[in-house]
């Protein structure tokens, strides 16, 4: 290859400068380098044969020769006697100076260098796209926290003792729809003072792990046997909630899972 074809490769100029030659490098490489097209073989191969064009005409332009090519063997002269039978022939090769070698080794040892920074940047940027950075869970509600909805106007009251070693949901249900949902945590006594007149049924979903809409480990799902009757001020009801294996009398039974319909 010879200088004016690496300079046209690089698209420069005869006066361009070694800091012009080196930058104009690492932007080819960006380009060019097979690992962006992993998913298309075609473009990988086409991709890997531009980028030893490229590094030939680095090598070409960082030699500051004419040309660069393989070394060939000499033609024997006719003055050269011809080595007698039976005798290992000669090839004189020509010997390359030292400074060549040094500059061959530095670029053979900067191409090195420059793949390896691009091939990590490749694969971060890869890492970045396929592991989207994971959210933290909310942070578990307190006591008392209406899931659902705001609860309409009532002074109804209920007493709530989670006795369990889970969370709860408290889910008022009124002709099978989910009115209302409150937060209980374990070991705690809520006393609900708000709970608009009327009839519902009862049920409860427990576990450990809350995200958002359900808990991720542990559930139990219970419910109360008949539905409670709430009117204004009232004598307050009672639930305890805890499981069954236990041995506490809490009111109620055990029942199929269900979703909880609660914001998201």
Same mark, same amino acid.
């Given at each position: 290859m010879t200088r004016a074809e690496a300079i046209r490769i690089f698209e420069l100029d005869g006066r361009c400068t070694p800091e012009e030659v080196r930058a104009t490098y690492r932007e080819l490489v960006k380009v060019w380098h097979p690992d962006r097209f992993a998913h298309d073989p075609g473009l990988r191969a086409k991709a890997d044969? *531009? $980028?030893q064009e490229i590094n030939?005409?680095? #090598?070409? $332009? +960082?030699? *500051? !020769?004419?040309t660069v090519e393989p070394p060939r063997e000499p033609t024997p002269s006719s003055h050269v006697a011809t080595p007698a039978h039976g005798a290992e022939p000669r090839h004189d090769t020509p010997p390359r100076s030292a400074d060549h070698s040094t500059s061959a080794r530095w670029s053979l040892r900067t191409l090195g260098i420059v793949g390896l920074l691009v091939g990590a940047a490749v694969v971060g940027i890869v890492l970045m796209v396929a592991w989207p950075t994971q959210q933290a869970p909310p942070p578990r509600p307190i006591s008392g926290t209406d899931l659902l909805a705001a609860p309409s106007e009532g002074n109804g009251s209920l007493i709530v003792q989670n006795a369990d070693g889970r969370d709860a949901v408290l889910v008022f249900?009124?002709?099978?729809i989910q009115k209302r949902a409150?937060?209980? !945590?374990?070991?705690?006594? $809520? +006393?609900? $003072?708000?709970?608009?007149?009327?009839?519902?049924?009862i049920w409860v979903a427990a576990g450990r792990g809350w995200i958002r809409d359900h808990f991720a480990s542990d559930p139990m799902f219970q419910e109360v046997a008949e539905p409670l009757t709430?009117?204004? #001020?009232?004598?307050p009801q009672t639930i305890t909630v805890a499981a069954p294996e236990t041995g506490t009398r809490t009111g109620l039974r055990t029942r199929s899972p269900f979703l909880l319909n609660v914001r998201r």
């Open positions: 044969r *531009r $980028l030939r005409a680095y #090598a070409v $332009l +960082q030699d *500051r !020769r004419d249900v009124d002709a099978g409150v937060y209980i !945590r374990t070991g705690e006594r $809520l +006393q609900m $003072l708000d709970v608009p007149p009327g009839a519902y049924r709430f009117a204004n #001020a009232s004598e």
